[in-house]
């Protein structure tokens, strides 16, 4: 069975950076479309980025698109979420997720715990 756990998360201030790490066990991630999702305080959940099923395909929310990057070190077979230019509306629990689908377009099948991103000053 496939266990994700998130870290890297914490206090930054506006503009600054962070790198989220999803840590997996159980099963190699190539095996999964993997996500990565966000969810403020009072809001849905949302989609930040996925890769598919095979690692060839990536994309992030327009939200974060040229802030947020996706990246895969598979000798660790951890996916790493990297985000840059941090604003206060990016605060929120991020979570990693995966599914057997070829892409993150269905219900995701196992959940990490989740890691607190709070971008304030």
């Known amino acids: 069975q496939l266990q994700l756990v998130e870290s890297g998360g914490g206090l930054v201030q506006p503009g600054g950076s962070l790198r989220l790490s999803c840590a997996a066990s159980?099963?190699?991630?190539?095996?999964?479309?993997i996500g990565w999702f966000r969810q403020a305080p009072g809001k849905e959940r949302e989609g930040v980025s996925c890769?598919?099923?095979?690692?060839?395909?990536?994309n992030v929310a327009d939200a974060v698109k040229g802030r947020f990057t996706i990246s895969r070190d598979n000798a660790k077979n951890t996916e790493y979420l990297q985000m840059n230019n941090l604003k206060p509306e990016d605060t929120a629990v991020y979570y990693c997720?995966?599914?057997?689908?070829?892409?993150?377009?269905?219900?995701?099948?196992?959940w990490g715990k989740g890691t607190l991103v709070t971008v304030s000053s």
């Open positions: 890769r598919s099923r095979t690692g060839g395909n990536t």
């Open positions: 997720a995966a599914t057997t689908d070829f892409y993150c377009s269905g219900p995701m099948r196992f």
């Open positions: 159980g099963s190699n991630l190539n095996d999964w479309a």
